[in-house]
T-cell receptor, first 113, second 115 residues
Framework: QKEVEQDPGPLSVPEGAIVSLNCTYS??????FMWYRQYSRKGPELLMY????GNKEDGRFTAQVDKSSKYISLFIRDSQPSDSATYLC?????????????FGTGTKLQVIP | DAGVTQSPTHLIKTRGQQVTLRCSPK?????VSWYQQALGQGPQFIFQ???????QRGNFPDRFSGHQFPNYSSELNVNALLLGDSALYLC??????????????FGNGTRLTVT
């Protein structure tokens, strides 16, 4: 069993839709949670990070962490064609100052105009 | 403000050869980590360098080695290349020395193809 499970998609939605991306994890030591966006032929770009359970909002993006269920989500409101990319969830147990990060396999999102 | 820069962008090598990849961290960052991303997979942690020393290592063989220079730039070396080493190699930097919770910022990677 992988430490981090993520639905690979692809996920196809119309422009303006609300998108929900999810990951589950098995390692209860994970305490630092991140979402990265990766465009084709580019490196991952940090979208959001949080150390606590609950919600964190940044513009059209909301990250949600439920440590009791070992479940994290990223919501994208009013999705745009420019949001079309692969979204990677990532987490760390804090060893070595959160530099060792475990990633999900990524969910490929396509937003159709 | 320059982000993380990696060179070369693409590389083709033959099995058994050796390769060196280079990374310059984002301005103000002092720590470099290397990740391997196979096609259709998430990045996998190789190792982290801080203060010119390897601080943590993932589940990769000794064929993978690295170095960090006094200006914080870094190299990743892979010896005795295997076909399975074909992947996107990502460098990530952070300001771990100033803030141990500093998040990772990635470069665009080096695409290595082993034939």
């Amino acid at each position: 069993q992988k430490e981090v499970e993520q639905d690979p998609g692809p996920l196809s939605v119309p422009e303006g839709a609300i998108v929900s991306l999810n990951c589950t994890y098995s390692n209860s030591a994970f305490q630092y949670f991140m979402w990265y966006r990766q465009y084709s032929r580019k490196g991952p770009e940090l979208l959001m990070y949080t150390y606590s359970s609950g919600n964190k909002e940044d513009g059209r993006f909301t990250a949600q962490v439920d440590k009791s269920s070992k479940y994290i989500s990223l919501f994208i409101r009013d999705s745009q064609p420019s949001d079309s990319a692969t979204y990677l969830c990532a987490m760390s147990d804090g060893s070595g100052g959160y530099q060792k990060v475990t990633f999900g396999t990524g969910t490929k999102l396509q937003v159709i105009p | 403000d320059a982000g993380v820069t990696q060179s070369p962008t693409h590389l083709i090598k033959t099995r058994g050869q050796q390769v060196t990849l280079r990374c310059s961290p984002k301005s103000g960052h002092d720590t470099v980590s290397w990740y391997q991303q196979a096609l259709g997979q998430g990045p996998q942690f190789i190792f982290q360098y801080y203060e010119e020393e390897e601080r943590q290592r993932g589940n990769f063989p000794d064929r993978f080695s690295g170095h960090q220079f006094p200006n914080y730039s870094s190299e990743l070396n892979v010896n005795a290349l295997l076909l399975g080493d074909s992947a996107l190699y990502l460098c990530a930097s952070s300001s771990y020395g100033q803030d141990w919770r500093s998040p990772l910022h990635f470069g665009n990677g080096t695409r290595l193809t082993v034939t």
